[in-house]
């Protein structure tokens, strides 16, 4: 008896990976008010602005740490006293939505609306800016609610880990070293008056807006320009802002959390900022580092050792340098053990990077490119992002350009010029009663106790 065997069809394999840029964007300026930067993304029926003003938490005052923070939540209150909710629901009638917050570098605004109502969302948002209430008892109630927020983020190893990171990194009293949204201290003091004066300094003409989505026929720019006629700074500029860069180490300290059944660790060191020709090979370290389940912290410290669920390694980007950070949660009892395998798994760079590791690291981070920005927000984002650092509206393009030409010889050189093995930062969040001595007995650093 003869069996016939179904003819099936070849297995289907990935065809070539689609040739993809960056979008680019048609600059351009508003009188007397922001730059703006118009990309045009057909398809995209949801647009997205993006404006960014140069009004960060690192030009606040003295004493005044949580003020710029403070005025983007306020801003959201609207033009009458508590009308949050009302300003909310307006933009919402138009499918749209309003966002605001602060970074070191910027206050940023975040408009997504139907491009077929984007006239009428940016009016709305053209209210606001000239004229916000900006009402005492809104500021009080939203103090109360960031000191919860403060004492939620007091409980969170994480939060607290990489909050002390910027402390030890940074010289003490520089606005870098402080919390960007400020401590209980400083926000408990603000006041609806200072909240005014530090909106009233912002000047739109030192900012940026975005307008990106299929703007086919939509005079975005003319209907921004309408929107912010006769928004002007009405105070003294802010002063300029702290650009202190961080310090080397070596550093060991303990954030004391009695009781805790893990310690969270965190590693820092200073690097160079994104303007600078290393900074995609740094891209690539960190990934190889800590960039996914295969990389080599987890491979030793979750896959051999048993020690952590995941660690990760990355680069934080402010305005005028970077930070290298790796991070993770490991057992209490085994902290001393898992520092001293994460510290050698970093220092292992230094003896190079394999051809195929690199490779594999660049395809993770520059294939995932298309995807990552299919949206109109997530490109207004990144172009937001870079007008902000002063970057220039091709840096992302040219990021990904410089990323897919990086070697691995290029990222064991940029690790070991930019990160010192023997200056390292090490933050650990943990029971010091018991991971303390085991600690010390390694010698890492000198080793100090936080309360």
């Known amino acids: 008896m003869t069996t016939l065997i179904p003819d099936f069809p070849a297995r289907p394999v990935p065809g070539p990976m689609p040739a993809w840029a960056f979008p680019t964007g048609v600059a351009g300026r508003i009188p007397g008010g922001p730059a703006t930067l118009r990309c045009d993304l057909p398809g995209r029926r949801l647009a997205a602005v993006r404006l960014v003003l140069d009004a960060g938490a690192g030009r606040e005052s003295t004493g005044q740490d949580g003020v710029a923070a403070l005025t983007a939540r306020v801003l959201l209150e609207g033009t009458e006293p508590g009308g949050g909710t009302k300003l909310a629901a307006a933009f919402e009638r138009l499918g749209a939505s309003l ?6 570098a910027a206050l940023r605004v975040l408009l997504d609306a139907p491009v077929t109502r984007l006239e009428k969302a940016l009016e709305l948002l053209g209210e606001v800016l000239r004229g916000p209430a900006l009402d005492d008892a809104d500021t009080r109630r939203l103090v109360r609610e960031r000191l919860e927020e ?16 910027r402390a030890q990194l940074f010289p003490a009293g520089s606005r870098p070293a402080k919390h960007t949204d400020g401590s209980k201290e400083s926000v408990e003091r603000l006041t609806g008056e200072q909240v005014r004066a530090y909106y009233s300094a912002i000047d739109p003409s030192e900012g940026t807006a975005v307008i990106t989505g299929d703007l086919t026929g939509v005079d975005a720019e003319g209907a921004l320009a309408a929107a912010l006629e006769g928004w002007r700074a009405t105070a003294a500029p802010l002063p300029p802002p702290d650009t202190a860069l961080p310090t080397p180490g070596p550093r060991l300290v303990i954030v004391d959390r009695p009781g805790s059944v ?11 900022g994104r303007d600078h020709a290393d900074w995609p090979a740094l891209t690539v370290a960190c990934h190889v580092l800590g960039g996914g389940l295969t990389s080599r912290l987890n491979a030793l410290l979750r896959e051999e050792k048993g020690y952590t669920y ?24 085994v902290t001393a053990d898992a520092l001293t395998d994460m510290l050698g798994a970093l220092r292992s760079v230094l003896e190079g990077v394999g051809e195929g590791e690199c490779r594999t690291a660049v395809s993770a981070l520059a294939d995932s490119a298309p995807s990552d920005y299919e949206t109109a927000r997530a490109v207004a984002s990144e172009l937001a992002d870079a007008a902000s650092a002063g970057l220039g509206a091709d840096y992302p393009r040219r990021y990904l350009e410089d990323l897919r030409a990086v070697t691995a010889d290029g990222v064991t050189r940029a690790y070991g010029e930019h990160i010192d093995q023997d200056a390292l930062t090490v933050v650990i969040v943990g029971d010091a009663g018991k991971i303390r001595g085991p600690l010390e007995d390694r010698g890492h650093a000198p080793t100090v106790v936080e309360g």
């Open 310 to 333: 995941g660690m990760r390694a990355g680069l934080v980007r402010l305005r005028h340098c970077g930070i290298f950070v790796a991070q993770g949660a490991v057992h209490t009892e």
């Open 150 to 165: 403060i004492a939620q983020e007091d409980a969170a190893p994480a939060s607290r880990a990489i909050r002390e990171l």
């Open 99 to 104: 966002h605001a917050y602060t970074d070191l």
């Open 262 to 272: 893990q310690s969270y660790l965190c590693v820092g060191h200073g690097v160079p």
